[in-house]
T-cell receptor, first 110, second 115 residues
């Protein structure tokens, strides 16, 4: 069964600092997705990563995928308060099973 | 564009009742997804459609759940009979071409409470 593990689950950062969220998964896959959810709100699709070595960047967020290590990272550069949210990764296995990570609740403090 | 529209936004019902959740995808989008979010189980993909055809319903919890997409602009998720453990936020999302290649756009969700 496909398992997806995110860490950390909770992250408190100072504005201006950098940090990385990790998403590990248990089975072969080359399709990984990152989402953002603000408290009490719906989800927003951030990144779609479709191959080994894929890297995508949007503003202060950069996501990468290493299919050999079964690992994706979401790197935050020079955090600002507006980035405070919960971030989810989701993995689609090669037999079309899809699982979400538990989410990382990010708080950026001034 | 109005985005993905879901109704109702909130639903409170009693155990054993039938519940129908509705979703209107973004016009021109060919894929539609139903998700469920609970504190205990997190986010789960229930089912997704491509060109109105169910592609993968392996996430549907049990026979009490059914989903239909009679045309490109409307989908329903029905729970019959409902149980307290079905209480969750149900999200609908749509995309132009499908999971692997395209961004999904989510509706605001329906918060279901089964008493």
């Amino acid at each position: 069964e496909l398992k997806v593990e995110q860490n950390p689950l909770f992250l408190s950062m100072q504005e201006g600092k950098n940090y990385t969220i990790y998403c590990n998964y248990s089975t072969t896959s080359d399709r990984l997705y990152w989402y953002r959810q603000d408290p009490g709100k719906s989800l927003e699709s951030l990144f779609v990563l479709l191959s080994n070595g894929a890297v995508k960047q949007e503003g202060r967020l950069m996501a990468s995928l290493d299919t050999k290590a079964r690992l994706s990272t979401l790197h935050i550069t020079a955090a600002v308060h507006d980035l405070s949210a919960t971030y989810f990764c989701a993995v689609e296995s090669n037999n079309n099973d899809m699982r979400f990570g538990a989410g990382t609740r990010l708080t950026v403090k001034p | 564009d109005a985005g993905v529209i879901q109704s109702p936004r909130h639903e409170v019902t009693e155990m054993g009742q039938e519940v129908t959740l509705r979703c209107k995808p973004i016009s021109g989008h060919n894929s539609l997804f139903w998700y469920r979010q609970t504190m205990m189980r997190g986010l789960e993909l229930l089912i997704y459609f491509n060109n109105n055809v169910p592609i993968d319903d392996s996430g549907m919890p049990e026979d009490r759940f059914s989903a239909k997409m009679p045309n490109a602009s409307f989908s329903t998720l029905k729970i019959q009979p409902s149980e307290p453990r079905d209480s969750a936020v149900y999200f609908c999302a749509s995309s132009r071409t499908g999971f692997s290649t395209d961004t999904q756009y989510f509706g605001p969700g329906t918060r279901l409470t089964v008493l």
